[in-house]
């Protein structure tokens, strides 16, 4: 299939060949995405064909094959240039069943979709492997991001294996650990800007265009490409049965806007019948797409953004307007939660022995508030998409579990699921007692 790259303005819909190194609609400015044209009998989407090869190829031992974004390249715009992929293996996340999960959401069952089986331990790997393949195939040498420390994490360890020189620009002091110590481990440039995501945004950009270096933030629409494939895997695994609802967290919004994409296109194509709805969960102090749904009003950024979740710490999420679009589309809808309900649903995806980072557990707070609310029904089938692993942020979890742990506000979190670790004597008596014989 012939792909382009297309204004995503309904009133523009200007087009720019595939290869060209743009990020937003050199006409009017909107955000720019991959189309795809079916333009002869041979570029016809066979189904049934596909659905069989892509099942095959989960038994081959060819790297691409192995690939969960890869294995479904015919609906990837990178005809003729697979062999320039760069993979480490990722996606291939499972789908895990959570009863105690479901029960605190108020549902009869939940499935977690867990992208922190990646291999940097996080969703960004679907888009990454993409990103940065297209910054292959059109001969950059350098790549920059601005992230709340996913991002930076997979855009480095892509880089270092495809043999790129990667900066990264990140909010100093307010990532966690876990993600700048990838950064570094991975060997990227790290600059920690005394400013906030948004603001470090502006001026990675003005960098990029000035020093010629390829941006891989969400804002690239081939790392939303990438990210499509998360939906395409969850259905495969699914043997194509879609859910009522697909729930996931919302920062910078650019996985909202693949999920949709990938719905719609596998609606086109006719993978699928019916369309899940998208449920789309923000931290109440970084909330600006929920208001903006709230309201129906203009889109109104939020300067300071606040949240303990720092992978969603945004407040003008530069994908707004698609995700907004995706949203609509699937009759979907979006939640906020506090702190305190994010830091619960926390430590009840631990206590299923599944875990997640500050970021993912908005998902189930979520699903808790739309079930009390009637939005979600306690008998529909409903897929969570957790983001990110446990151990990117511990620090966190210590905290909650000690009882330390403060909103940013400088209050308690209340430890109402904590498990503190105990301090003992080195003496079996005394622990024998103290458990109770
Ligand atoms: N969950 C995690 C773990 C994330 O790292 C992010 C985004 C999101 C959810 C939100 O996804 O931006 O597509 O709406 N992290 C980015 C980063 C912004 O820089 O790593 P989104």
């Not at 270096?213 to 081939?222: E, G, M, Q, T, W």
Request: aromatic residues 8%; negative net charge.
């Amino acid at each position: 299939m012939l792909a382009e790259l297309a204004c995503f303005e309904q009133h523009c819909r200007a087009r720019f060949p595939i290869d060209e190194a743009i990020y937003n609609c050199a006409g009017c400015g909107g955000l720019l995405e991959v189309v795809f044209e079916v333009s002869s009998k041979d570029d016809r989407v066979e189904t049934a064909l596909l659905k069989k090869v892509w099942r095959t190829r989960r038994t081959s031992n060819e790297p691409l094959e192995q690939s969960g974004v890869w294995r479904y390249r015919e609906l990837l715009p990178f005809d003729g240039h697979h062999h320039q992929a760069v993979s480490l293996r990722e996606g291939n996340t499972p789908l895990l069943d959570a009863p105690r999960a479901a029960r605190y959401g108020g549902l009869d069952g939940l499935t977690f979709k867990h992208q922190g089986f990646n291999p940097t331990g996080s969703f960004k790997d679907n888009g990454m492997t993409c990103g940065v393949t297209q910054a292959i195939r059109l001969d950059r040498q350098r790549v920059a991001c601005v992230s709340t420390g996913n991002t930076s994490a997979s855009m480095a360890a892509y880089a270092s294996a495809a043999g790129l020189d990667s900066m990264v620009f990140i909010p100093h002091g307010n990532i966690s650990y876990g993600k700048l110590a990838q950064a570094l481990e991975y060997g990227a440039r790290t600059f920690q800007v005394e400013a906030n995501f948004d603001q470090i945004l502006a001026l990675v950009r003005l960098l990029a265009d000035r020093l010629g270096i390829y941006l891989l933030n969400s804002i690239n629409p081939f790392r939303i490409e990438g990210q499509k494939t998360i939906i395409f895997e969850m259905l495969d695994q699914r043997d194509w049965n879609p859910p009522d609802w697909i729930v996931l967290p919302g920062g910078n919004l650019g996985n909202t806007s693949a999920f949709g994409k990938a719905l719609r296109e596998l609606c086109q194509f006719g993978f699928i019948h019916k369309l899940p709805r998208l449920a789309v969960i923000q931290a109440e102090g970084a909330a600006p797409f929920y208001n903006l749904m709230k309201t129906k009003g203009e889109f109104r950024s939020v300067a300071e953004p606040r949240t303990l979740a720092t992978a969603i710490r945004i407040g003008d999420p530069v994908s707004w307007p698609k995700a907004l679009h995706e949203v609509t589309v699937t009759n979907g809808v979006v939640e906020q939660v506090s702190e305190q309900e994010i830091a619960d649903a926390k430590a009840v995806i631990g206590q299923c022995g599944i875990g997640c980072e500050p970021a993912s557990a908005a998902t189930l707070a979520g699903i808790k508030k739309l079930t009390e609310a009637g939005t979600i029904r306690a008998e529909e089938d409903v897929v969570a998409v957790l983001t990110g692993n446990v151990l990117k942020d511990p620090d966190y979890i210590y905290r909650y579990h000690t009882g330390e742990l403060k909103d940013p506000d400088g209050r308690t979190i209340d430890a109402s699921l904590g498990n503190r670790p105990l301090v003992v004597p080195n003496d079996a008596e005394a622990i024998a007692k103290m458990l109770g014989s």
